[in-house]
């Protein structure tokens, strides 16, 4: 990971600058502003601005190879890529073994997920948003949910009585509530801690 | 599955030279025993657990595809196992 700290007349150009000496694209660097600048009257009272570039081109690259490497260990016969889009890395696993990969209700995949993001927050420092798919799993799951949101939505429409939903991860309730949430007969909130958090679907 | 564990570990700490694996195994299942240094056992654990259950759920994928059983402690400062999270 490459960074440099730059100075110029506005952060604008200081960003340049700093792409500049890197050698790097906007889009795969992180612009972290220091010191906005003031333009002062008559030069009195300026001050120049400052960020601090951090590329990281890198990061598909090794949220890539990390992934492999636990693949590799794990005796999966499966190939990892991706690439970096804005703040996040998205990665796919194909090969063999897809379903042992996936596990139940993809929880192979998030622990996956959640191993891949915290090495890499190790290696680079900070907070290093991940994602990874399998099989097109993320859009099976998709359909599959907004499947039995219609479902719900139709019987709360029709008894007007609210319904709970069964216990689902943060990402599933997620998908469900922006399914649900400009439909005009029905709100959702959220009850229960922890692995019991539920979606309750309510009519308006 | 020594390695897919000292692998994930070692990448997730400060000092991974004080990283240690031990494996034992059993007639069913073998237990793989996580010590690492004190301040970097926060890491391996994470908040709510949610590291360690992960580490867990990888190790137990692999063993299954083997037809393994497989648990997984880390110990803390007093060497006791950490007591486990609801499955």
Known sequence: ?204 | MKELVEYIVKALVDNPDQVVVNETSGESVTIFEIKAAPEDVGKVIGREGRIANSIRAIVKAAAAKQNKKVTVEILTDDSRPKSKPAE
């Open chain 1, 1 to 204: 990971m490459k960074s440099v700290k730059m100075k110029g007349k506005n952060v604008e150009e200081a960003t340049r600058h700093a792409l500049e000496v890197l050698g790097g694209k906007e889009e795969n660097a992180k612009v972290i502003v220091l010191n906005e600048g003031k333009s002062g009257m008559l030069g009195i009272g300026a001050e120049e601005a400052e960020v601090e570039v951090v590329l990281r081109e890198g990061l598909a690259d090794d949220a890539k190879r990390v992934l492999q490497d636990i693949l590799d260990k794990m005796e999966f016969m499966a190939v990892a890529d991706g690439n970096l889009e804005g703040e996040r890395v998205e990665l796919v696993i194909k090969g063999e073994d897809m379903g042992q990969i996936i596990g139940k209700d993809g929880a192979t995949l998030k622990s996956l997920e959640i191993l891949v993001s915290s090495i890499l927050g190790q290696i680079y420092g900070e907070r290093v948003r991940v994602g990874i798919d399998a099989d097109g799993y993320k859009d099976k799951r998709k359909q599959a949910l907004e499947r039995l949101a219609k479902d719900v939505l139709d019987e709360v429409s029709k008894t007007g009585e609210e319904k709970v939903m069964p216990p689902m991860n943060a990402a599933d309730r997620r998908i469900v509530h922006l399914f649900l949430q400009d439909k005009p007969n029905v709100t959702t909130y959220s009850k229960g801690e922890g692995r019991d958090r539920r979606l309750v679907v309510a009519p308006r």
